[in-house]
């Protein structure tokens, strides 16, 4: 469920943001911020090697990485845009190595 309200308060951001609604976009950011520190809280209560300082972390650079792509994106300047998902695509894959690693971690003979 949370997964779930992350994406559809990300496609509420999009919708306020094409409307030019900064301060939809802004309340819906702090709803976002909410939602991500809830799955952190979920997800690092779950795994004692999700380090949860490090995950909010991790998370709110990419709410930020995406929503300024959105920006970007929406104010058609493209060059900024691609530079951003370039950047938010690695940090992903960051983020994605650091759940993974908890995982190997917590469950170490499923790894052997």
Known sequence: EMLKEHIVIAGDIIDAAKKGD????????????RNANDIVTFLSDANPYWDKEDF?????KHLKLTTDEV???LNK?????????????AH???MGDMLTDGIVKQFPEKFQ
């Open 77 to 89: 300047d493209w060059e900024e845009d691609i530079n951003t998902a370039d950047i938010n695509e």
């Open 56 to 60: 909010t972390e991790m998370f709110m």
């Open 22 to 33: 900064q301060k939809g976009v802004d309340k819906l950011n702090q709803d976002w911020e």
């Open 71 to 73: 920006i970007f994106r």
């Open 92 to 94: 992903l894959i960051k």
